[in-house]
C-alpha cells in the first residue's frame, strides 16, 4: 500500500510539473517588453510577437496593444530571441536577448514592408539601463559567481561589489566564509547595505522566503555552481518586497536545459600552506587545519524542449585547531603573594599590605 501511494504521488507530482512548469519559477523571473514601430516610427497595434528560451525552446506570443507595446512578464530568467511578424511586413528576429531577476528587458521592435517570409535578423543585447522600475539594485552574473575567489564559497561576499554595500564586522556576523545558520549571532547576514543593520536584509531563494527568523540572514546557502545569477536590491524596490528596511537578495539556482550541463569541485585549505599564529611560541605546532568543500552539479532534459531536471550535492568537512594564550598563576601567586603588581580589596577597594593576599582570605 505504501509503494503504490508513493508511486502515485510522484506520478501526480511529475504530471503537475510538466503541464505547469511555469509556476515553479514563484517571483524569481524577469520581463521583456517594448514598442514595435513602422519605418516612419508609427505604432503597429496587431503584431504577433514570440519570445523563446533559447536554452529549452519553450516560447510565449502575444499581440501589441493598440499603443504598439507588448510586455512577457514572469519569464525565467536565461537567454531569449524575440520575433514579430505581420502580414505585409518582414519577420524582425531579435537574438541575443538575456532575461535577469526582478528586471525588464527593453526590446524594440522596427518591422519594414516586405514579403513575410523575408526576415531581418537582429543580434545584440538588450539596453543596460532598466527604464521601466525605478528600483535601484544589480545583477550578479554567473561568470563572476564562479570565477571571482570565495573564502568559504559563500555567495554574500560578492555583495560588495555593489555602491552602497559593505561587509559586517567578524563581531556582527560578517560573511565568513564557513557562514552557516544556527546559535547565536547574524553569521548569515552577510553585509550591510546603505547604512542599515546586517540583520536588515531580505533573502530570496527562487523567490521563496529564505530568511533565518531566529538570528537573521539566510537559511540555505547554495553552492556558487548551482547558482544562475543574483540580484541586491538596495532602494525603492516594489510593494511586492517587504518584511525589512535593507536590501532584498533574490538568488536563482540553475536549472535544466536541453544541453547536458554539470561541473565537479574540489576546494582544500590545508595547514601546510598557513602562516604560523605570530603569538604562538616557536616550539609550538601549528594548529591543524583540514578542510574540504567538494560536489558536483548536473543538469539536462529528461523530456526535450519540455522536462528538465537540475540537482547538486555540496559537502563541507573541517578539522581546524586553535592557537590560545592564557596567563598561568605562578607558585608565588598561587599563594598570594603578586610582587610588584598592585591588588586590592575588593571589599574595601585599599591596596592589599606588600601586594599580598592573606591566606586566609584566599579560598581553597
Keep these: 500500500m505504501t509503494r503504490r501511494f508513493l508511486m502515485w504521488t510522484l506520478f501526480v507530482g511529475l504530471t503537475v ?26 505604432v503597429m497595434p496587431g503584431v504577433t510577437v514570440e519570445v523563446t528560451n533559447t536554452d529549452t525552446n519553450q516560447s510565449r506570443s502575444g499581440v501589441t496593444g493598440t499603443d504598439g507595446f507588448y510586455t512577457f512578464p514572469l519569464l525565467q530568467p536565461g537567454p531569449y530571441s524575440v520575433k514579430a511578424t505581420l502580414q505585409g511586413f518582414r519577420t524582425a528576429l531579435r537574438e541575443g536577448v538575456r532575461v535577469t531577476v526582478e528586471s525588464t528587458a527593453r526590446v524594440d521592435v522596427r518591422l519594414s514592408v516586405g514579403q513575410l517570409e523575408e526576415s531581418i535578423k537582429v543580434t545584440g543585447e538588450a539596453p543596460l539601463v532598466d527604464t521601466s522600475s525605478a528600483s535601484l539594485g544589480t545583477v550578479i552574473d554567473e561568470k563572476k559567481i564562479v570565477e571571482l575567489p570565495l ?11 555593489i555602491p552602497g554595500v559593505v561587509a559586517s ?37 527562487d523567490g521563496a522566503s529564505n530568511n533565518d527568523t531566529f538570528n537573521t540572514g539566510f537559511v540555505m546557502r547554495p553552492p556558487p555552481d548551482a547558482i544562475q545569477e543574483f540580484k541586491i536590491q538596495t532602494h525603492s524596490y516594489n510593494a511586492e518586497f517587504g518584511r525589512n528596511t535593507g ?10 536545459t536541453n544541453a547536458l550541463h554539470g561541473a565537479v569541485w574540489e576546494f582544500n585549505r590545508d595547514d601546510a600552506l598557513q602562516a604560523r599564529n605570530f603569538f604562538a611560541p616557536s616550539t609550538q605546532n601549528k594548529p591543524k587545519l583540514k578542510q574540504n568543500q567538494f560536489g558536483a552539479s548536473l543538469g539536462g532534459p529528461i523530456l526535450g524542449d519540455r522536462f528538465f531536471g537540475f ?4 559537502g563541507y568537512k573541517q578539522k581546524r585547531g586553535n592557537t590560545t594564550n592564557v596567563v598561568v598563576l605562578s607558585d608565588a601567586q598561587r599563594s598570594g603573594d603578586f610582587g610588584s603588581t598592585t591588588v586590592r580589596d575588593p571589599l574595601t577597594d ?10 586566609g582570605r584566599i579560598s581553597p
Design 247 to 256: 536590501s532584498v537578495v533574490n538568488v536563482v539556482t540553475k536549472s535544466g
Design 17 to 42: 510539473e510538466w503541464i505547469a512548469p511555469a509556476a515553479a519559477y514563484v517571483q524569481a523571473t524577469g520581463t521583456i517588453g517594448g514598442l514595435v514601430t513602422d519605418e516612419s516610427g508609427a
Design 151 to 161: 573564502n568559504g564559497r559563500n555567495f554574500t561576499q560578492l555583495g560588495t561589489l
Design 169 to 205: 564586522p567578524p563581531a556582527l556576523g560578517g560573511a565568513a566564509g564557513d557562514a552557516t545558520p544556527g546559535g547565536f549571532g547574524a553569521t548569515t547576514a552577510g553585509f550591510s547595505v546603505n547604512g542599515m543593520r546586517n540583520q536588515s536584509n531580505n533573502f530570496l531563494l
Design 311 to 314: 540537482g547538486y550535492y555540496d
Design 350 to 359: 585599599a591596596a592589599f599590605p606588600n601586594n599580598t593576599i592573606p591566606s
